[in-house]
Structure formats: C-alpha cells, structure tokens
C-alpha cells in the first residue's frame, strides 16, 4: 500500500518536473541583434521564468528524494 503511494506521487512529481522543464524559455530565446539589445535596455522579464525555475528546482528535489525513499522501501 505504502509503495504504491510513494509510487504514483513519484510518478505525478515526474509529470510536474517534464512540465515545468518544457514551460521555460529557452537560454536562446531573445538573442538576436534588435531584441538583445532591447532587453539590456528595457530589462529581461522575469515573472513567469522565475516561477518556472523555482518549480524546477522544488520538483527535482522532491523527485530525488521519492526516488531515494522508494529505493529504501523497496
């Protein structure tokens, strides 16, 4: 019963972590002459790659964590 818990949270936290990886803009995203430009300008927007970013890292740790409770239950 516990296993199968842990299992299907660890699988939800893995769909969560895929998400939020494909939900980020890419490190060349803005990297052209007239936008680069205007981002050091202007300023880069920040609300929703910080969001992103900072779920990467909260799923990626929880995923380390299942996986390593998983592997000590099993």
Do not use: N, Y
């Amino acid at each position: 019963m516990l296993r199968t818990v842990l299992t299907t949270l660890h699988f939800l936290i893995s769909i969560g972590l895929i998400a939020s990886i494909l939900l980020q803009s890419g490190r060349s995203a803005g990297l052209g002459a007239i936008s680069g430009g205007a981002e050091t300008f202007f300023g880069k927007k920040k609300g929703l790659d910080d969001l992103f970013g900072k779920l990467t890292i909260g799923f990626a740790a929880a995923f380390m964590a299942f996986a390593l409770i998983l592997t000590i239950v099993d």
